[in-house]
């Protein structure tokens, strides 16, 4: 659940704002948690706005839920600004206004913040990340990211936005640590789009993919191995369907003829049925554990169809993967996963070894902080940071402030990683040394 702060001349900004799941084996659900928002919705006023860096869960799913307390302007892409209208509508919570949409590229200034919008590849579209400039320096939040010369949907990744930054002279570098312990490079989009057209054009039956619903340029690429193997397409699940008419209407998705209503699923041929369904997690409820329990009211898989596990077990999550695929085992039906695939089914959305060093060269930062990872994550992103030029880098926990510049007595200023102290009014008054 990522919410950052910037701060300049009493002034903040905030860039993303999302939810967690906390897994409970008692619970049937997981409890949705958000940041703590104490210290920002204490400070409203001096809140600039809120800068939302992609469309995922972990960096926009609280903004329903405590947009109120720190009610300000919203900034981000159009397919994230859709998503959080829908989502927001879909459970009840607020709908932040104004939401200000920005093309990639694009400016803004915010309070004492000029914002650029960077475009950088991941796995759901209309990424950005953001250049950040103020009187005191200058600093590239990367957000979520990997390299991705082949996205399938929106422009391939473009290394001059990055090197363009670290030519105007980078602060500081705050960047994706999540596959920072993996070697290599990440695998492209285009080269899961092979592997599941491989996969589904050996198969006989039914085909079942499982994948999350906010990877647009996966359902674009299962459109395409639906026409490519004479199959139809039906999205099973809720939030496919929302991900889905989120890209129609921000031009990302064109309406495809092989898309059919899922009613329609159960009186094809087998071997003309694709179908994208949520819930590789496992998750109680969702449309890949209601074909598994044979309780899905549009369709009933049978032996030889063949489900594709197209995304990677979140952590905390093997058990009910594990429960799920069992089902489908015990009923005949085959399973393909990254394990049993000739060629790769799923690919990770965050930068691997290779593309952390080359972020790193590109745009040469005097410090890097990484985040988005647990401790061991962002100790080896830092060790990179600092391999490819970085003079320091840093590392910390959730609600550590550091000092970026300016300079001198940045690393002083910057040594001091702790909590937060304020006074009795609220007002910042130290960061004690953890
Ligand atoms: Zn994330
Ligand atoms: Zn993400």
Known sequence: MNLNLYGHDGAWLMVDCGITFERDSTRIRPRVQTPDPQFIAERKDALAGIVLTHAHEDHIGAIPLLWERFPVPVYTTPFTAEVLRRKAAGRGGKIPSPIIECIPGEEQTI???????????????????????????????????????????????????????????????????????????????????????????????????????????????LIDVASNTGRYLGLLGRSLQTMHS????????????????????????????????????GEHGAALQRLAAGTHHQLELEPGDTVILSSRVIPGNEESVERLLKRFRDQGISIIDGESAVQPVHASGHPCQEELASMYQWSRPRLAVPVHGEQRHMKANAQIARENGAQMALTGENGDLFYLAPEPGLRRKVAMVGRLEQDEEGRLLAISPS
């Open 111 to 221: 309070g004492p913040f000029n914002v650029r919008w960077l475009p950088i590849t991941h796995s759901t579209p209309d990424t950005c990340a953001l250049h950040i400039r103020c009187a005191a320096g200058s600093l590239l939040h990367t957000a979520d990211w990997k390299i991705d010369e082949m996205p399938q949907v929106g422009p391939g990744f473009n290394s001059d936005w990055f090197a363009a930054a670290g030519a105007s002279e980078l602060d500081a570098v705050v960047c994706d640590s999540t596959n920072a312990v993996v070697p290599g490079h990440s695998i492209s989009e285009s080269t899961v789009r092979d592997g599941l057209l491989k996969a589904v054009a050996a198969c006989e039956g039914r085909v079942v993919v499982a994948c999350f619903a906010s990877n647009i340029a996966r359902i674009h690429s």
């Open 246 to 281: 989120a890209a129609v209407s921000v031009g990302l998705l064109e309406r495809s003829q092989r898309l059919i209503e899922t009613g329609h699923l159960g009186y094809l041929p087998r071997d003309e049925v694709l179908i994208v369904a949520t819930g590789s997690q």
